[in-house]
């Protein structure tokens, strides 16, 4: 059993709320480890950004000289650490050289690019170095490796989470206050050697910094297309470089989406960006994390008695939604937020009793809310879904089936509710999904899955496509999942996410 409620221990009024006197926000943090060569390399980064000047009556930078520094001071740990990073931030410097990038871009990708590697540094610090050390029982080296990502965070990454809550104060956000309670509860975490803790902890931490990652992303898709073309195009830099760092997690959640958002900005053309379809794009990968991880706990984890994995990705998730802060209070307003982070707590302490049927409830509970932003929810026995916040509606109802307790819907639910083209050839009697690269096939009667033109044997349906009223109806879950979204069903009603 463990020493303390992970729900109480995080509860609404710490994790998603104003933070406690106890864990305010601070600007330094006490270490017990030699930190001086973390000192040096925030050192040298805030150099090379000082080869920049701050006013235009200043000589221009000599960009070469910004090459060499980042060439002797960061190059081969840059490549060590991600060598996309390297390669991106070479690229745009070498372009901004030849005079067809401009300084202002090339100072964005040093700067940008190396809060990239920084976040890359720390996550390896606290992930891969001070955690398994904890696990082994070794308090001093997991406090070594904290203590060197405490430091780089603090230097480095924590004035760009107060730019974004000066820029979105009237929204309450407080990613520094945020990641303050994370740190201190990492620390405490380390002394007491609880791993759970610790876990929980990292969870916020990281989360939060993809958060302010996304702030400074969904600004820029807002400002960029509007400003001045040199001023443009130095924010399409920004963007782009924001982006980077928490494309490979987001992609988790909807990968043509986080695909899509990257292209945007990389193209250097302003009129790509679309600042409500950007938005709708990060609403997607979210819930499409939150989603995964609530099957994760639902249907794996808790069945299966990963009771500690269980709580870890349900706050996991949790954080999703708390990233997802800005975008939800935009859209559907403060109490909707509220009520989602209440129905977030509560799934949190059923996942830590071990209660499933309230977790379940729980959770579809805030999908629900976050669907009006990217979803679908529907109640069975109904012909009206709705999808992103819209009401559709279709020539035939969902029903289940009493005998095999699965839901079935007409084709025209498939195609609203994940995206996918249907097509009946009533010859074969074979009904074809197809959605981006993948199409599937299912024959009537059949429980067979034919993938790209290749029967997967590795894939059975429970329930097969069946006729009523002369229609040809669909399992919904098993199709919904061959596509990859998750689904979820609560109280009579139905919740798809990406």
Do not use: C
């Amino acid at each position: 059993m463990m020493k303390k409620s992970i729900a109480l221990l995080l509860s609404a009024s710490l994790v998603f709320g104003s933070v406690p006197a106890a864990f305010a926000a601070q600007t330094s943090f006490e270490v017990t480890t030699d930190v001086k060569a973390q000192v040096a390399l925030s050192d040298a980064y805030k150099s090379i950004l000082a080869l920049f000047p701050a006013d235009a009556t200043a000589p221009p930078v000599d960009l070469a000289k910004v090459k060499a520094e980042y060439e002797a001071k960061f190059q081969a740990d840059v490549k060590v650490v991600n060598a996309e990073i390297d390669t991106l931030v070479t690229q745009t410097l070498d372009l901004a050289i030849k005079g067809d990038l401009s300084a202002g871009q090339a100072k964005q990708a040093i700067d940008k690019g190396l809060q990239w590697y920084f976040y890359g540094v720390i996550t390896n610090l606290t992930r891969y170095e001070a955690l398994p050390a904890l696990e082994k029982g070794d308090k001093a080296a997991a406090t070594a490796a904290l203590d060197k990502a405490i430091e780089l965070y603090a230097s480095v990454l924590e004035p760009t989470a107060q730019k974004r809550d000066n820029y979105y104060k009237d929204y309450g956000v407080m990613t520094v206050d945020t990641l303050a309670t994370a740190v201190e509860g990492l620390q405490q975490a380390v002394d007491e050697g609880d791993v759970l803790t610790y876990k929980i902890y990292r969870q916020m931490f990281d989360k939060t910094l993809i958060k302010v990652f996304h702030l400074a992303a969904i600004k820029y898709a807002k400002t960029a297309p509007t400003a001045a073309e040199a001023t443009a195009a130095i924010e399409m830099t920004e963007g782009f470089f924001f982006f980077a760092p928490i494309y490979n997690s987001l992609s988790g959640g909807s990968k043509a989406d986080a695909d899509a958002v990257r292209a945007a900005f990389g193209s250097g053309d302003p009129a790509q960006l679309n600042e409500a379809e950007v938005k709708h794009r990060f609403a997607a990968m979210f819930n499409g994390k939150i989603g995964g991880y609530a099957t994760r706990v639902l249907t794996d984890e808790l069945p299966n008695g990963k009771h500690e994995a269980a709580i870890e990705h349900a706050m996991e998730g949790n954080m999703f939604l708390v990233a997802e802060e800005v975008l939800i209070k935009e859209q559907l307003g403060e109490e909707a937020y509220a009520e989602a982070l209440d129905h977030a707590e509560l799934y949190l302490a059923a996942v830590e009793a071990n209660d499933r049927a309230a977790a379940n409830e729980h959770v579809v509970a805030y999908l629900k809310i976050i669907a009006q932003l990217d979803g679908v929810v529907f109640a069975i026995g109904s012909n009206e879904l709705t999808v992103d916040g819209e009401a559709v509606t279709v020539d035939a109802a969902s029903y289940v089936n009493a005998e095999t307790n699965r839901t079935l819907v007409p084709t025209r639910f498939i195609s609203d509710a994940i995206g996918a083209t249907v097509a009946f050839d009533e010859a074969t009697q074979v009904v074809t999904l197809t959605k981006g690269e993948q199409t599937i096939e299912l024959k009537l009667g059949s429980d067979e899955v034919v993938v790209n033109g290749t029967v997967d044997p590795a894939k059975k349906l429970d329930q097969t496509v069946a006729t009523k009223d002369g229609r040809s109806f669909i399992p919904l879950r098993a199709v919904a999942e061959l596509f990859g979204n998750n689904v979820f069903y609560a109280n009579g009603e139905v919740v798809i996410t990406e």
